[in-house]
């Protein structure tokens, strides 16, 4: 009897981190554009602290933007707040933010999980409800995996777990390494606001690496089926 083939992989798609949100007016002007030119499931909106009434002013200015480009809002913790400004949701630190923040968020809205240091830490938040798991990103300190190691713990859950994995990408090299790897997301940040040549380019680019990653990976998977 022929053994039924494996679906083929989605292609992975952009989630893109915000710089930290003080004054959302350059934001609001340039989002729609950079929107537009590259497929971006997710929008984590960085906020700088300050009194909780700014903060859900700005995150209501930006909801419609984001949202009304496709793209889902996510605060980066302020769980308060998701509801009161309009979010999708919320990405939280490690599994204790998680769970505390899982009542306030479920069933209508999503709670991504990230500052997952081990196998075990990973699978718990998944075990508890987490809406993704996110490896690779910074600590407090700055420090952050080998890119070779990020790949790996992606490739690891992807073969293995449900719920979707985000690879945090520092560079269009590691996007491309964290497509292949099996990263259902790759979230981009600091290198596509920085970039020389404007976050369009920066964006459309990181893209181009995820498919070009993704299609290597396929005809690969493709040929090993045959």
């Not at 709670?111 to 508890?128: F, K, Q, W, Y």
């Not at 073969?159 to 790897?181: D, I, K, M, Q, T």
Request: charged share 20%.
């Amino acid at each position: 009897m022929a053994t039924k083939p494996v679906p083929p992989r989605p292609v992975p798609r952009l989630y893109l981190a915000t710089p930290v949100v003080d004054d959302p007016s350059a934001l609001i002007a340039s989002l729609p554009g950079l929107l537009a030119k590259a497929d971006v499931a997710a929008v984590l909106v960085r906020l700088k602290p300050t009194d909780q009434r700014t903060m859900i002013s700005r995150v209501k200015a930006l909801a419609p933007v984001i949202q009304g480009s496709g793209a889902a809002l996510l605060l980066d913790g302020h769980v308060e707040l998701v509801a009161r400004g309009g979010a999708d949701g919320a990405h939280l630190t490690g599994i204790a933010a998680m769970e505390e923040a899982l009542p306030s968020l479920k069933s209508d809205r999503i709670a991504g999980v990230g500052g997952l240091t081990t196998r075990h830490d990973s699978m718990a938040a998944g075990e508890a409800g987490a809406d993704y798991v996110l490896f690779g990103e910074p600590d407090a300190a700055g420090l952050r995996p080998s890119a070779e190691a990020i790949a790996e713990r992606l490739g690891w859950w992807a073969e293995l777990f449900e719920p979707p994995c985000v690879g945090y990408a520092a560079s269009r090299e590691e996007a491309h390494e964290f497509a292949a790897a099996g990263a259902d997301f790759v979230l981009v940040g600091d290198f596509i606001w920085n970039d020389k040549r404007g976050p369009a380019a920066a964006l459309m680019d990181a893209e181009q690496a995820i498919r070009q990653a993704h299609a290597a990976a396929s005809g690969k998977a493709k040929a090993e089926q045959g």
